[in-house]
């Protein structure tokens, strides 16, 4: 198809200006020395600089682009980094610097899409949290709230946080403890912040004045954060979190989904050696995950045709990963 740049890609041109209009001409081609392919370069008349298709795409200036879309299926298939670098014949910094960059992406993605359909939000949503660790269970656990439409199993939010060492901890691990608080501070809870981020980016794509709902275990924080983040009374039913977790029961949704999440994330499979050594790694593994979960998988094996994203009314069919990791979230049409 013919490429028709959306706007030029440089963030200080002039014609990204309210009310100016884009200004490019096309200006000839240039060989990739990487595979070869022909590659449409443009030149911008507002600022007079040159561009191509490239300064678009999201594996721009990588020296493997072909890798990208393996990593991705390798990282939301349950294989460790180290592994991944393994079958690509790669170095593990190299799956943790595309790591980082599809984290980034499949959460800017994520935001994009939602604007670009106008979102507005309503009907049951549920909230819990999944606890995990980084690098050390007993001194270091992390809560990862995660946030989602009960209908369409459709993951809003998802935002890890700390959680103060645990308790009744052996002479040994509180001589760690001591020595980690002397070095670093001690360990204080991130989860009420963590809560009201995902309830927050709720607010923000919720319908005005649309009936909304919330399902949450009765953890006694959740009412007052949910008051203050959504600013509206709404209807809100806790639920006994040591009820049977089984199909039909009211949680059933987003325990199905995290223990989802932890079939498909590697770091989150419980006491093995490939657990998170840094959250922010973990948060990009989440967002990466969250976008397959979203946009490219089925809801269920029975709806094959059907993704979350669909379901919910944001997109009309699923997304491939070639498509998912084409373009960079702010040039996708």
Not at 284 to 304: D, E, G
């Amino acid at each position: 198809m013919r490429f028709e740049p959306p706007r030029c890609p440089f963030d200080d041109c002039p014609s990204l200006a309210p009310g100016q209009a884009r200004d490019c001409r096309r200006r000839g081609f240039y060989l990739r020395k990487l595979d070869g392919r022909a590659v449409q370069r443009f030149f911008c008349n507002a600022c007079q600089r040159s561009f191509s298709t490239q300064s678009f795409r999201l594996d721009f200036r990588l020296l493997k682009p072909a890798l990208t879309h393996a990593v991705f299926r390798l990282l939301v298939s349950k294989v460790t980094l180290r592994q991944a670098a393994r079958i690509l014949g790669v170095s593990r910094h190299t799956i943790a610097h595309r790591l980082r960059l599809l984290g980034s992406h499949c959460h800017e993605f994520q935001l994009a899409r939602l604007r670009r359909a106008g979102a507005e939000l309503c009907g049951t949503f549920q909230l819990d949290e999944l606890e995990t660790f980084e690098h050390e269970r007993r001194l270091k656990p992390l809560t990862v709230p995660v946030l989602l439409h009960k209908q369409s199993y459709f993951v809003l939010a998802a935002k890890p946080a700390p959680l103060p060492a645990r308790g009744g901890l052996s002479p040994l691990y509180r001589e760690k403890k001591a020595r980690l608080e002397a070095l670093c501070g001690p360990r204080k809870s991130g989860s009420k912040a963590a809560v009201a981020e995902c309830l927050k980016l709720l607010a923000r794509w919720a319908k005005p004045g649309a009936d909304l709902r919330l399902e949450t275990d009765k953890k006694g924080t959740y009412p007052g954060l949910i008051q203050q983040a959504l600013g509206r009374p709404v209807a809100h039913e806790r639920v006994d979190s040591k009820a049977p977790r089984k199909y039909g029961s009211t949680l059933f949704p987003i325990n199905h989904t995290l223990a989802q999440m932890r079939d498909g994330l590697s770091r989150l499979v419980r006491r093995n050696w490939a657990t998170t050594k840094r959250m922010a790694r973990l948060e990009a593994h989440l967002w990466v995950w969250i976008a397959f979960r979203n946009y490219v998988r089925p809801v269920t094996n029975k709806a094959p045709a059907t993704s979350s994203a669909q379901a919910l009314g944001i997109e009309r069919r699923p997304w491939e990963v070639a498509e998912l990791l084409e373009l960079k979230p702010q040039f996708l049409p």
